[in-house]
Nanobody, 130 residues
């Protein structure tokens, strides 16, 4: 069992930046480096959608329309923490941002769909005002 706790959300004006964090923990022998990670967001009245993902190898992928060029996903295995740096925020970036984890082999590419992840955090609210 893996627990994920997000933080770093808040209210920001359009054009501003936020850095989200996701701290992972688990039972004995838990190894954060064994997991592929992802960020998803859910806007009011909409389904959860993919934002960014990071494979064990370090390969990353982003939702082209919404995140690429503005967001950066990264992780610190020593701190068991996943990050999402969000710059040039827009009102349409508003939503609850959740991190997700799944244990994979090293060579597996980043995962972009909700059903591919086994563990989820509760989410952190991001609100971007115009």
């Amino acid at each position: 069992q893996v627990q994920l706790v997000e933080s770093g959300g808040g209210l920001v004006q359009a054009g501003g930046s936020l850095r989200l964090s996701c701290v992972a923990s688990g039972r004995h022998m838990f190894s954060f480096s064994s997991y592929a990670m992802g960020w998803f967001r859910q806007a009011p009245g909409k389904e959860r959608e993919f934002v960014a993902a990071l494979a064990r190898s370090g390969d990353s992928t982003y939702d082209t329309d919404s995140a690429k060029g503005r967001f950066t996903i990264s992780k610190d295995n020593a701190k068991n923490t996943l990050y999402l740096q969000m710059n040039s925020l827009k009102p349409e970036d508003t939503g609850v941002y959740s991190c997700a984890a799944v244990q994979t082999a090293w060579y597996v590419p980043p995962k972009k769909t909700v059903n591919e992840y086994d563990y989820w955090g509760q989410g952190t609210q991001v609100t971007v005002s115009s």
